[in-house]
């Protein structure tokens, strides 16, 4: 499943330079293991590097346990590219 998503600029420029490689997210959208982000910049400029607006991950681990506010996960991203046909890992 892809999910569309708003993140702020600052957040979005640690994930694309690897000094996040995670999110806290409210849980409403029932986040899965292999699940896509298409996340949108909010502040509507591209980031240097990136071709549009739009920036893909992949969940690869969602947790929910100690320590997490109810209803909150903290998913574990990585990065992965869109081409014509799609999106593929990076």
């Known amino acids: 499943m892809i999910h569309v998503l708003e993140i702020e600029k600052n957040h979005l420029k640690r994930l694309l330079e ?27 400029r591209v980031i240097p590097g990136d071709s549009d607006f739009w920036v893909f991950f992949e969940i690869t681990h969602v947790y929910s346990g100690v320590g997490m506010a109810q209803g909150y996960v903290c998913l574990s991203l990585k990065r992965i ?10």
């Open 18 to 44: 690897e000094k996040k490689k995670a999110e806290i997210l409210f849980n409403d959208r029932d986040y899965q293991r292999g699940d896509k982000l298409k996340f949108y910049n909010v502040t509507r």
């Open 81 to 90: 590219e869109r081409n014509e046909d799609g999106i593929q890992d990076n």
